[in-house]
Nanobody
Framework: QVQLVESGGGLVQAGGSLRLSCAASGRTSSSYAMGWFRQAPGKEREFVAIINWSGSRTSYADSVKGRFTISRDNAKNTVYLRMNSLKPEDTAAYYC???????????????WGQGTQVTVSS
């Protein structure tokens, strides 16, 4: 089992920045691929970013490419999402996800956090 706890959400003005954190615990969590997803009110959950276990491979949704950066610190069992140049359309609940492989996280991750709310005002 892997437990995921997100933090760092909040209210920010358009153009501002936030950094989300996701602390993972559980056996072998540092060897898991991890990702971020988001869900806006009335919309389906969507992929945001993913990182492999070593941090050597990342991928982003087109809507956040160039503005968001995913990274991880395996010594702290934590993955981060740095969000710059935030837009009102980035407003959503952001969820951390994990699984044993990059492909699984990109498809149907087995582990999810509870989410953290990000609200971007115009």
């Amino acid at each position: 089992q892997v437990q995921l706890v997100e933090s760092g959400g909040g209210l920010v003005q358009a153009g501002g920045s936030l950094r989300l954190s996701c602390a993972a615990s559980g056996r072998t969590s540092s060897s898991y691929a991890m990702g971020w997803f988001r869900q806006a009110p009335g919309k389906e959950r969507e992929f945001v970013a993913i990182i492999n276990w070593s941090g050597s491979r990342t991928s982003y949704a087109d809507s956040v490419k160039g503005r968001f950066t995913i990274s991880r610190d395996n010594a702290k069992n934590t993955v981060y999402l740095r969000m710059n140049s935030l837009k009102p359309e980035d407003t959503a609940a952001y969820y951390c996800a994990a699984d044993q492989t990059y492909t699984r996280v990109a498809g149907r991750p087995g582990y999810w956090g509870q989410g953290t709310q990000v609200t971007v005002s115009s």
